[in-house]
Nanobody
């Protein structure tokens, strides 16, 4: 199983980034997918999850700013992040079942 995340980078406060995770080795459409993050000195937390049926859930701090989506034809899950804040700075991880992708760093700073 491979979860390949991409799309991180440096962005100014108020900016946007889109993270993508390409999954292989799993029956993608049957699995819930999630994005987690771990900020400096913080515990890893679930940012957004999406069920196999497309139902999404979000941590309160990103509601209205982040949108998770999935493309079952391409075996990808994406996280559109708008109005980014410095507190969104973290390494973001793609996750499904008990598998973790390598993280992608998002830095929000002026």
């Amino acid at each position: 199983v491979q979860l390949q995340a991409s799309g991180g980078g440096l962005v100014q406060p108020g900016g946007s980034l889109r993270l993508s995770c390409a999954a292989s080795g799993i029956f993608f459409r049957s699995n819930a997918m999630g994005w987690y993050r771990q900020g400096p000195g913080k515990q890893r937390e679930l940012v957004a999850g999406i069920s196999s049926g497309g139902r999404a859930n979000y941590v309160d701090s990103v509601k209205g700013r982040f949108t998770i989506s999935r493309d079952n034809a391409k075996n990808t899950v994406s996280l559109q992040m708008n109005n980014l804040k410095p507190e969104d700075t973290a390494v973001y991880y793609c996750h499904t079942m008990h598998y973790w992708g390598k993280g992608t760093l998002v830095t929000v700073s002026s």
